[in-house]
């Protein structure tokens, strides 16, 4: 194994696992990270891979001493509750860890002076969550101090932490992980990582993905027949999507009445875009619009960064709305243009099945990855697989759609766009 | 019955009701306006009185050379289609009609100048259309010229149409009305009120209005979560309703996670919303407000009027949002405030199984009013009872919450807002 | 008023009520019975009233020394939890009475031997419980004692008592009332009509009715694409209904894709209704049945009594399935019938919003009647208004469908299916 | 690649494609079949590997002067109409073919004798079919004589055949493929493997899976009501899975309500179930019960075949229903078992978003094959990507659930049932 996909580890696993389970991962066991019968000539022998997921026949930390914390950070997204329930649950059923804290509000919680008392969890009180979107911790955005956060699960006597957020959550989780390291203590931290646009390197897929899919098909389904219902109708739906195009892409091939998405990963000319619905729009008099929120970025004036220091995009929605209606005035073509945004909608909602599921078992390999001593990595699903990812190499690069490949073929082919915008 | 009340006609019935009919309705059958104890014994006898709807035993319009035709008019409404469907569902099969146009755009389609040429309706096309939201005819907002409509209907031969509309709407059915009159033409013009604000006089609900509660319901919850989820979070959700807060108050008393409605019917100053809602967001951290489009216009400046010479209102719903944020920054407090304007997922939605049911009652109702000849009223519901109401007093007042009667109590024990803001 | 519809009282109201309300209603303000012109007439100017319901000025009760408590009996029913949340809120926070009991699984749990502990009710434990279908109080059937129910009452000091159940139930209750009263005792017994068959006199509509119309919308569908799926297909769905076919007749409106409706009002013989199917079948090659429970009972074997002393149906629905397959196995035409029976999943979901405000407002209504010393008493809705209906009133006749009505009529209408099958 | 792997072709691929694809997959490109690390090095340096799916560069169909055809066998599921619709767009748009045929009613569509005439597809035809469930083709069970369906495809002049069934479906494609092939004719026969159970081999996930595991929610959630509303309720869901529980495992993971789940894979001894479940009811008064269809054969007689030749399975629902009540009966404990069926509504549901975008992709996939002259074989996905199965791999054995794997060991955690019942 590469350097790079080498796992960390606190210490030595010297306790047995309290698992009935019937199988036990061994730790050299990893999943090829390419897949294809190409990549696999190319390797030589020696293909790099992922270390496989799952309960260890040794841990490292005793359950009836041992104390766990969680803490949800960033934007709402479907599924939170669901991870939260889960690591009790396992934690508490599985491994039998009884001390398990909910910090509150993001990192927030783990700063002493904030004096965020955090939740005491246990499997009644959290029995019924997953019902509900949002996240019964709280959240909020934006850094802390490490040091502080180590002073505070240091003090707290916290055995493993798990981190629930995006790539700016995890980079936070790396630090933390520094800092222990530094003091010499056997904290775990364990990342699951929490990115609706699914856009998480050496993960196939991450939760509230699909119901985000699944949700935005109501304001499709609604922009399609707001353009059907006038002469002329244009119907915008923006979508989330920062640097990547998964969320707008697989919403569009889900709906099949998308007429043309614009997503961050392909460059475009408003002249192009508007041609493009003059000539739908005379012969077929509506078009319904999916527009991921970080697409044409070029196009809008930037807005500084938010608490998370994520840059703040420029309302793409909004002055697509604006643009395609001034077009259309100057064209003399009567059109009417209809804008939504749903996206807090989305986020909100509760986990679809399949999401709960996934939500589940990836609940599950974290607490396994946190018992058997590892840190500083995230859990994800590869090939297949579930597998462990040190957060350095997983906040690295982000995933994107690529342009020249089949899914945004079928896109293409979905929504009868021209290949060529720019 | 007062002259007020009074249903006009085209003409004589001449013509035996082709339906297999166990019941017929006569024409002296009325429903009580006000059907209290106290009502009756005001009236001493003489009770003022809907005339009632329903099949008549003798009709005018001879089924077989007879021509109906449909036009839908302003912004979508969940039911239409059901609306169109049941209409020609009922003159196809029931009285025999089989030459029935559907109306292009609204009342552009009446105007020969658009060139929108009619569809052809007949049950195999509209036999699956209620599954889908808006409307299959289209629809433009704003009036046109009665003559040239009148000259529309007569060239066509038509003669019974289903003007299906808002109040604007229904004032163009009664001009169309007296031109037809004018000229001595023997047309029928039948009203079906669309109103999602369910704000018309004389009738207890209106198609679409019903749905619309319930899908309200979504954006609520998604309001609620964004604002649990964070540490002194506000959602906003502004929803239909621009003379009258039924939809608002309704999704209210369903969702009961709401804390302040604001409705066109009150009055109320932006210190005494910010110093309800702080003390709330003290006390409980977060909160959840609906506000009606039309609601605290005296906050915001107006728009001008639009296509359909209805007002443009102010938007209170980013209003608000600015303004709460600027409030409780002034104030020091965090607070994050999320806005949801749902509206257009709201009114493209297909209507919920019991608006069906009432869409295919209305319609019904009113293929019976058209057949024997009633002309320049709208159906409705009053008292349990399917009822003609002559348009000019439909239109007249809008229906709207009793600020002092039980409904806005119910209201206000459900969000536990103060009664007095203003 | 006459006698039959005076609603009883304990005793004098003489404390003053704490609502902040802006309108009480008077004791003596009714609705009308009959509000049609026709029967304004007929009455004479003394129209039969129900006494209306509402807020009164002066209450029986002392909240603060009053205690209250709940019982739900019967089968499931869409809104339960809504009504016993509901309940609860009123008490407690307009009237300020917090000392709410939840008895435990029915009748059962006012009987002292079965030793039931009562649930402690409070905002905070029924604040999410609508979200739920299903009772949490549980439920059984079945009449036990009233001198022990009545013991149970006054050993447990409550003061008022709210019955949520089915005219079983409703009878149990007035059994109760009357045992009170000979002890000379002053408890309020209250009634929340729950029938999900809609078949209540005096009340147009009760809770879960609606959820169940839109829940049965799913299996329809379902049997209708079965049916679609293969040639000569039948799907057949039963729905509840055990006297009346509200829920059949509403959901085939709803769903326009039922071909034949079977109801217990209806008389059919088996060979009318196997030659329209077979007809239709030639015709179209499938075909979808909505039958009510208890329709065509003549044609299936008695099963006895259930716990409540209702009357067992025999299963008409499988007893149509085999029956309608021999029929066309012996007229060697082959078919496929498929048949599905959702009534467990539809009776224990949760409301729908419309039901949601539908039950909240029953609720509110229930406890003014009780604060106001009503007894022996449901609440209901009639003519639009909220009403007291005497027990001994409402549990008198089953409401029915009049097959020579005009509902009836739209049903045929929409299957098309011959008006007698007799 | 082994000889099991390698997929037949129909002949030379000589005509350039037509598609304006930035990709094509090379025919040497594979996808490994085990992509583990332990895989790897088992292998030495020859990896067994499927075929990559996905469009090629040489294609052996002259798109303009090509006819395809389709047909849909067996019971519904989820999705079918979504195949057929994409399949009728890719071929139509991407490459150009205009004559496609709907064979009706499964393979009695292919046998001349039954005279059902083909459906002829085109975009318009199918553009809104994917909104419904069932397939618009009609379906039926069972074998037909592979000569006359070689006589159909020949004298139609079908150049392609897809065939979107399970595996008796496609061992019925094997044997027309055997038939052609003796022929020397040049059609190529493509499957789409059907099976709501998600147990062929070499695929990962099937379509229809998802939205079954989806849909099964609501009945689960319904029983659980049940179970809850009454004391010592017991709640039985049976679910799809004849042979494999992966719906039933999926559904319970979803759910989190369930407290066994019973299926094929395992085998159970009555009595240990009855200890457990009593055991449950003592402690908690109420139960949930999953069970697959194919579960515990052993304990319910068998009924013969149908007419696909699949065993019929004894009704274990019916028989747990029974069995259940008369053990709580015999140990004089009440209890009351509620039964749900749910399978028609489950599978004549439409697709979920998720699972229309896996039907969108597995058709493309399929049509690339059928294009490039590809026969005998089944499109599937493995380790993340599309690949190309031969038929007879893919019926040889099914994918039934490893119960010493990881996956049931999530259920049994999330039941809390043991693991051994036997």
Redesign the interface.
């Known amino acids: 194994m590469t350097e790079d996909l080498r796992i960390e580890k606190v210490g030595q696993c010297i306790f047995s696992s309290p698992?009935?389970?019937?199988?036990f991962i061994t730790d050299?066991?990893?999943?090829?990270i390419d897949?294809?019968?190409?990549g696999?000539e190319r390797c030589q022998?020696e293909?790099a891979?992922l270390e496989?997921a799952?309960?260890r026949e040794k841990i490292f930390f005793k359950p009836e001493t041992s104390r766990a914390a969680l803490v949800t950070c960033g934007g709402?997204c479907p599924g939170l509750n669901d991870v939260i329930?889960a690591v009790v649950?396992?934690l508490w059923?599985?491994y039998g860890v009884k001390e398990i804290l909910g910090l509150r509000?993001g990192y927030?919680g783990l700063i002493a002076s904030f004096n965020h008392e955090p939740l005491v969890l246990n499997p009644e009180l959290v029995e019924d969550i997953?019902?509900?979107?949002?996240?019964i911790l709280?959240?909020?955005r934006g850094p802390q101090d490490p040091t502080l956060m180590a002073d505070f699960l240091s003090e707290r006597k916290i055995d493993m932490l798990f981190t629930i957020g995006g790539d700016g959550t995890q980079r936070g989780a790396l630090a933390i992980t520094r800092e222990i390291e530094k003091r010499g203590l056997a904290i775990s931290v364990i990342g699951i990582p929490k990115t609706i646009d699914n856009d998480i390197s050496f993960t196939?897929r991450t939760f509230g993905f699909?119901t985000a899919?699944?949700m935005?098909?109501?304001?499709i389904?609604?922009?399609?027949?707001?353009a059907?219902?006038?002469?002329n109708g244009i119907?915008i739906v923006k979508l989330m999507g920062r640097e990547s195009g998964f969320i707008a892409a697989?919403?569009t091939?889900?709906?099949?009445d998308v007429n043309l998405v614009l997503i961050p990963e392909i460059h475009f000319s408003l002249e192009k875009v508007f041609a493009y619905l003059e000539e739908r729009i005379v012969r077929k008099r509506h078009a319904v619009i999916v527009v991921a929120e970080g697409a044409g970025q070029e196009h809008v004036p930037a807005e500084g960064t938010d608490a998370s220091g994520n840059k703040k995009l420029g309302d793409i929605g909004l002055f697509l709305k604006a643009a395609i209606t001034e077009y259309f005035s100057r064209r003399k073509i009567p059109a009417a243009v209809?804008?939504?945004?749903?996206s807090?909608?989305i986020r909100?909602?509760p986990a679809?099945?399949?999401d709960?599921?996934f939500c589940?078992?990836l609940a599950?390999n974290a607490v396994h990855a946190a018992m058997s001593g590892r840190t500083g990595m995230v859990v994800g699903i590869?090939?297949?697989?579930f597998v462990h990812i040190p957060i350095r190499l997983s906040v690295k690069d982000r995933k994107k759609i690529d342009?020249?490949?089949?899914l945004?073929?079928?896109v293409l082919?979905?929504t009868?766009q021209p290949?060529n915008l720019a």
């Open positions: 698992l009935d389970s019937a199988v050299s066991e990893g999943v090829l897949a294809t019968l190409s696999c022998g293909p891979s496989m799952g309960p709402l329930r649950m396992v059923y599985r509000y927030e997953h019902r509900d979107g949002g996240t709280g959240t909020s196939e699909e899919v699944a935005s098909q109501i304001p389904t609604g922009a399609h027949m707001e059907k219902g006038v002469r119907g697989y919403a091939l889900a709906s099949s209809r804008y939504i945004d749903p807090y909608t909100s909602a679809t099945p399949e709960s599921v589940f078992q599950e590869w090939n297949g697989h342009t020249s490949g089949l945004w073929q079928s082919d979905n009868g290949r």
